[in-house]
């Protein structure tokens, strides 16, 4: 927000899986109503989280949002896939509905095997217990007859980009008294709240697999109590924060800027100048 107000003209594009569903706001950190009136934001509230919203989906709104640009977009990325999806204009395999419904009743560890067997270097690139890029890897390779790793070289190729990519880190304890914080201000924020009124609506697959909805869901649903879901959504972002810095740690166009105190002070003048040049 610093940068892009410090920047006429700039305009924020949040590349967020979670940020796509309308009501899901406190746990996926949305900017507030007063941020959205001072910056033009997109890709936010796009759709009911009944919705399985998948990368495509993502690429097809970003394009129709950076065409209604006339400014500076400024991306703001958590989703590391998302972002390569629409940074490197990943080629997009479509879709096979029946295929995937008959994967989805299969146990995860009896998909590895099939994945292995069917595309090797997909089964390389995927770890065993990812169940939802096992799935759709399968389902790519066994709807479109070609293994899901021929389309590109995906995520393992990082071309020359228009695009500067600047990264925030923190010190690994420091990040991980961020999170307490953060999850301690969410659940006095009304986060239960929040999920049980979604709960109601009804929530699509990936929409519940979403940091302390997921777990929330749980408690809502008398599988857990409210304190081990809480000390899970702590534990699950801590692992997920891992995860995060180690997709972008690959990318060697990565500009990264170790974070001691305050990020806005310390790495927002880059920010501007990179929305400058």
Same mark, same amino acid.
């Given at each position: 927000? +610093?940068?892009?107000?410090?920047? *006429?003209?700039?305009?924020?594009?949040?590349?967020?899986?979670?940020? =796509?569903?309308?009501?899901?706001?406190?746990?996926?950190?949305?900017?507030?109503?007063?941020?959205?009136?001072? #910056?033009?934001?997109?890709?936010?509230?796009?759709?009911?989280?009944?919705?399985?919203?998948?990368?495509?989906?993502?690429?097809?709104?970003?394009?129709? +949002?950076?065409?209604?640009?006339?400014?500076?977009?400024?991306?703001?990325?958590?989703?590391?896939?998302?972002?390569?999806?629409?940074?490197?204009?990943?080629?997009?395999?479509?879709?096979?509905?029946?295929?995937?419904?008959?994967?989805?009743?299969?146990?995860?560890?009896?998909?590895?095997? %099939?994945?292995?067997?069917?595309?090797?270097?997909?089964?390389?690139?995927?770890?065993?217990?990812?169940?939802?890029?096992?799935? !759709?890897?399968?389902?790519?390779?066994?709807?479109?007859?070609?293994?899901?790793?021929?389309?590109?070289?995906?995520?393992?190729?990082?071309?020359?980009?228009?695009?500067?990519?600047?990264?925030?880190?923190?010190?690994?304890?420091?990040?991980? +008294?961020?999170?307490?914080?953060?999850?301690?201000?969410? /659940?006095?924020?009304?986060?239960? *709240?929040? #999920?049980?009124?979604?709960?109601?609506?009804? /929530?699509?697959?990936?929409?519940?697999?979403?940091?302390?909805?997921?777990?929330?869901?749980? *408690?809502?649903?008398?599988?857990?109590?409210?304190?081990?879901?809480? +000390?899970?959504? =702590?534990?699950?972002?801590?692992?997920?924060?891992? !995860?995060?810095?180690?997709?972008? %740690?690959?990318?060697?166009? =990565?500009?990264?800027?170790?974070?001691?105190?305050?990020?806005?002070?310390?790495?927002?003048?880059?920010? =501007?100048?990179?929305?400058?040049?």
């Amino acid at each position: 927000m +610093a940068a892009a107000q410090a920047v *006429d003209g700039t305009e924020i594009v949040a590349v967020d899986a979670m940020q =796509v569903y309308r009501g899901m706001d406190i746990g996926t950190a949305k900017p507030s109503a007063a941020d959205r009136r001072a #910056v033009t934001h997109h890709g936010i509230d796009l759709v009911e989280p009944a919705v399985d919203f998948t990368v495509a989906d993502y690429r097809e709104a970003y394009d129709v +949002a950076l065409a209604s640009i006339t400014g500076r977009p400024l991306l703001v990325a958590g989703t590391g896939l998302y972002l390569n999806a629409v940074v490197d204009r990943l080629a997009m395999p479509g879709r096979w509905p029946a295929v995937r419904a008959e994967l989805e009743t299969v146990p995860t560890d009896a998909l590895w095997p %099939r994945l292995t067997a069917a595309d090797p270097v997909a089964a390389s690139r995927i770890e065993p217990g990812n169940r939802r890029r096992i799935v !759709r890897a399968l389902e790519v390779t066994l709807g479109a007859g070609r293994p899901f790793s021929s389309y590109g070289p995906g995520l393992q190729a990082y071309p020359p980009t228009a695009a500067t990519l600047l990264g925030l880190r923190w010190s690994r304890p420091v990040l991980t +008294a961020r999170i307490e914080r953060r999850v301690d201000a969410m /659940m006095a924020a009304g986060l239960l *709240d929040e #999920v049980a009124g979604l709960a109601t609506r009804g /929530m699509s697959r990936t929409a519940r697999q979403a940091l302390g909805y997921k777990e929330l869901l749980a *408690d809502v649903d008398g599988e857990v109590t409210l304190e081990e879901a809480a +000390a899970s959504i =702590v534990r699950r972002t801590r692992q997920f924060a891992v !995860r995060q810095e180690r997709w972008f %740690r690959r990318d060697p166009r =990565v500009r990264w800027y170790d974070v001691e105190c305050d990020p806005v002070a310390e790495v927002a003048p880059a920010v =501007v100048d990179a929305l400058h040049a």
